[in-house]
């Protein structure tokens, strides 16, 4: 009897691509604030009296709704995305989204 290829729990698949796609608007939202100074920042502070609460809480909101929305939305077990995958998906978007910010930073200063 052979072990069937393991499987992702449709929760599991959407929340792990949310996380993927937080990590990368993250290191978006920072070059944003940094880019406009006189609009999203100041804008960021009146929403909650500091741009980082702000910043923390969109990044939290996109996770979440995005999590719940692709975990509900997929009617098939995990996309059909190998088991396998998901980390290699996740551990990408976080250097895109290290990278991002880092890369700004070096050619901004």
């Known amino acids: 009897m052979e072990n069937p290829k393991p499987t992702l729990s449709r929760s599991t698949v959407g929340f792990g691509l949310s996380l993927a796609v937080s990590a990368i608007f993250n290191g978006l939202l920072v070059i944003a604030k940094e880019l406009s ?3 999203v920042l100041p804008w960021m502070r009146n929403l909650t009296g500091h ?3 702000t910043h923390c809480l969109l990044v939290l909101v996109v996770f979440i709704v995005l999590g719940l929305f692709l975990a ?3 009617r098939s077990a995990g996309f059909g995305l190998p088991a396998g995958k998901l980390p290699a998906i996740i551990v990408s978007a976080t250097l ?3 990278l991002t910010i880092a890369g700004f930073y070096l050619i901004v200063g």
């Open 51 to 53: 741009h980082w609460t």
């Open 37 to 39: 100074p006189n609009r």
């Open 96 to 98: 895109i989204g290290i």
């Open 72 to 74: 509900r939305g997929n």
